[in-house]
C-alpha cells in the first residue's frame, strides 16, 4: 500500500511559480508509476502529467506543456511538480496519484493523496 500527501499549494499571481511536492510512503516508491491530476470547481478531474517507475518517461496534457515538469527522487519518495508561468485556469486542486501500472495511473490510478489547492489570480 501506499500513502501519499501533497503539499506546496498556495495563492499566486499569474506568471508566477509553484512547486508541488508529494511524498509517498513505503520502500517500494521506485515501483511506481505516479501521476499528477488536478480539479477545478464545476470541472472533472483530470490529468496533468505522469510520470514512468524510473522517471525516463514523461507525459503532459497540451494545456501545461512547456510550462509544468514532472520529476520524481526515488532516493527520497517525492514525486514534484514544477509549475511556471502559471495562468488562472490553473486554479484546481492538484493530486497525486500512483500505480504500478503505467497504463493505468494516467486513467483510474489505485492510489491517491488528498489535494492541496492551487489558487492562480489574474
Known amino acids: 500500500q501506499v500513502q501519499l500527501v501533497e503539499s506546496g499549494g498556495g495563492l499566486v499571481q499569474a506568471g508566477g511559480s509553484l512547486r508541488l511536492s508529494c511524498a509517498a510512503s513505503?520502500?517500494?516508491?521506485?515501483?511506481?508509476?505516479m501521476g499528477w491530476f488536478r480539479q477545478a470547481p464545476g470541472k472533472e478531474r483530470e490529468i496533468v502529467a505522469a510520470?514512468?517507475?524510473?522517471?525516463?518517461?514523461?507525459n503532459y496534457v497540451d494545456s501545461v506543456k512547456g510550462r509544468f515538469t514532472v520529476s520524481r527522487d526515488n532516493d527520497k519518495n517525492t514525486l514534484y511538480l514544477q509549475m511556471n508561468s502559471l495562468k488562472p485556469e490553473d486554479t484546481a486542486v492538484y493530486y497525486c496519484a500512483a500505480d504500478r501500472s503505467w497504463v493505468v495511473v494516467t486513467r483510474t490510478p489505485t492510489y491517491w493523496g488528498q489535494g492541496t489547492q492551487v489558487t492562480v489570480s489574474s
Open positions: 510520470i514512468s517507475s524510473s522517471g525516463r518517461i514523461t
Open positions: 513505503g520502500r517500494t516508491f521506485s515501483s511506481y508509476a
